[in-house]
Nanobody
């Protein structure tokens, strides 16, 4: 079955960096576009970044453009989100996501807290 397992969240000071990882299994990862979403307390879930199956096309929300980088390693079935220059408003649970023809799948989420 499809599994998405995030790791790498934590507490970081403003201006700091974190890298999230999402290990995928149960589907052909190298043929699947991947996304990162986040949901802050009391807010709707929002799309943060996406990457094409081969990694050549990436897109970012305006709120993270220039600070976050999405990447993938198809040999490891893993997608990453490198987050730099973190701000308190980046505090949220971050989710890995994949769409498949018959269903969509979410990871369990990784908490990122940006606070001094």
């Amino acid at each position: 079955q499809v599994q998405l397992v995030e790791s790498g969240g934590g507490l970081v000071q403003p201006g700091g960096s974190l890298r999230l990882s999402c290990a995928a299994s149960g589907f052909t990862f190298s043929l699947s576009a991947m996304r990162w979403y986040r949901q802050a307390p009391g807010k709707e879930r929002e799309l943060v970044a996406s990457i094409s199956s081969g990694g050549g096309i990436t897109n970012y929300s305006d709120s993270v453009k220039g600070r976050f980088t999405i990447s993938r390693d198809n040999s490891k079935n893993t997608v990453y989100l490198q987050m730099n220059s973190l701000k308190p408003e980046d505090t949220a649970v971050y989710y890995c996501y994949v769409w498949r023809p018959k269903a969509e799948y979410w990871g369990q989420g990784a908490q990122v807290t940006v606070s001094s």
